[in-house]
């Protein structure tokens, strides 16, 4: 089994940034990619990024050039960095593992992000 364990959520001013952390623990299975989705009041989750194999990179497309995805292999650790914060990127963010065996994807807790003036 795999856990994971979100951070870094807040409140921030609209312009600003925030760095959300995911750490990987558990033993036995191996995460093939790491993202993080994100659902705000009244809407579906939707997908913000994704990091496969360490290499392949995707973006919502509401986030591309503003958010940043990357991941600490030494750590088991995914980052996502926010920048140019808008008050439409408020909402909770959840982190995802994706792996090859069953139950082939796993979610953290989630953390709130608030974007407010």
């Known amino acids: 089994q795999v856990q994971l364990v979100e951070s870094g959520g807040g409140v921030v001013q609209p312009g600003g940034s925030l760095r959300l952390s995911c750490k990987a623990s558990g033993s036995g299975v191996s995460l093939y990619a790491m993202g993080w989705y994100r659902q705000a009041p009244g809407n579906q989750r939707e997908m913000v990024a994704i990091l496969t194999n360490g290499v392949s990179t995707i973006y919502g497309d509401s986030v591309k050039g503003r958010f940043t995805i990357a991941k600490d292999n030494a750590n088991d650790t995914v980052y996502l960095q926010m920048n140019s914060l808008e008050p439409e990127d408020t909402a909770v963010y959840y982190c995802?593992?994706?792996?090859?065996?069953?139950?082939?994807?796993?979610w953290g807790q989630g953390t709130q992000v608030t974007v407010s003036s």
């Open positions: 995802n593992g994706k792996a090859a065996v069953y139950p082939y994807t796993y």
